[in-house]
């Protein structure tokens, strides 16, 4: 096993029972600690509450991001922006509604893992029937 600091341990629990409750919190806590300390290649499947299936690898960087945008929701905008939330929610759904599908851009995706774990979500979270498009700064587009 590499000799390397975890970037899960038990000092993330109230985070998890924070963002999934008691039974699924401890659940995914283990999990994910399990994953770390095997430092797999693989990727396992991970069932998260309100998003469903997703895949983690046992890396430092796929846990780092999970916890980063599932667990501390460092990106919900109903929290970050809770006075233009409603604004927001109801011009997306208005968009929806209309038979357009909204374009969602995040022009801070930094790596291959973060498209891999975020973008493939966006169908799974508030933002159903939108479309995602990551972008590293200062790369050329595809």
């Known amino acids: 096993?590499?000799?390397?600091?975890?970037?899960?341990?038990?000092?993330?629990l109230p985070n998890y029972v924070k963002a999934f409750g008691l039974?699924?919190?401890?659940?995914?806590?283990?999990l994910v600690i399990a994953l770390d300390r095997a430092d797999a290649?693989?990727?396992?499947?991970?069932?998260?509450?309100?998003?469903?299936?997703?895949?983690?690898?046992?890396?430092?960087?796929d846990h780092a991001i999970f916890q980063?945008?599932?667990?501390?929701?460092?990106?919900d905008l109903a929290a970050a922006a809770p006075r233009h939330w409603p604004l927001l929610r109801e011009a997306y759904e208005a968009t929806i509604a209309a038979g357009r599908?909204?374009?969602?851009?995040?022009?801070?995706?930094?790596?291959?893992?973060?498209r891999a774990l975020v973008a493939p979500l966006v169908s799974a979270s508030a933002?159903?029937?939108?479309?995602?498009?990551?972008?590293?700064?200062g790369r050329p587009a595809p």
């Open 101 to 114: 599908r909204p374009l969602i851009v995040d022009a801070g995706g930094a790596c291959r893992t973060q």
């Open 41 to 61: 290649a693989e990727p396992a499947e991970v069932t998260v509450p309100e998003l469903g299936r997703l895949w983690l690898r046992g890396r430092l960087r």
């Open 1 to 12: 096993m590499p000799n390397r600091v975890p970037a899960t341990d038990a000092r993330w």
């Open 127 to 137: 933002y159903r029937g939108g479309r995602a498009v990551l972008r590293e700064p």
């Open 68 to 75: 980063q945008v599932w667990v501390k929701r460092e990106y």
């Open 23 to 30: 039974i699924d919190g401890l659940r995914l806590l283990r």
